[in-house]
């Protein structure tokens, strides 16, 4: 095999997996932040050398690091602010 089909292959293959990553990251959203809680959890153990803590620390989703819902650190899906809107809308027709 020659460098160039070496080459070839190794970028097929990362662009084959960056692909496949974001499709299950669009199509299966929950599975997908399900796993990466689960290899977060998992790099940041107590026994895991640092470097691979702050990675497992930098992988967890956004809502294992804000607290969760109405924990006022989360912007991501609004949902707290529309749970307000709405409440005030049912208010104000009453």
């Excluded at 097929?12 to 692909?19: D, E, H, S, V, Y």
């Excluded at 702050?54 to 967890?60: K, M, Q, Y």
């Excluded at 409440?87 to 009453?94: E, P």
């Amino acid at each position: 095999m020659s460098l160039f089909l070496v080459f070839q292959a190794v970028v097929l293959a990362t662009l084959l997996l960056i692909c496949s990553v974001a499709a299950i990251r669009r199509f299966l959203p929950a599975t997908s932040l399900r796993f990466q809680a689960a290899l977060a959890a998992s790099l940041t153990q107590p026994h895991r050398p640092a470097p691979l803590q702050r990675l497992g620390r930098w992988l967890a989703p956004a809502t294992d690091r804000a607290g969760g819902c109405a924990s006022g650190g989360c912007t991501s899906c609004s949902g707290c602010a529309l749970k307000t809107r709405l409440a005030t809308a049912r208010r104000d027709r009453t």
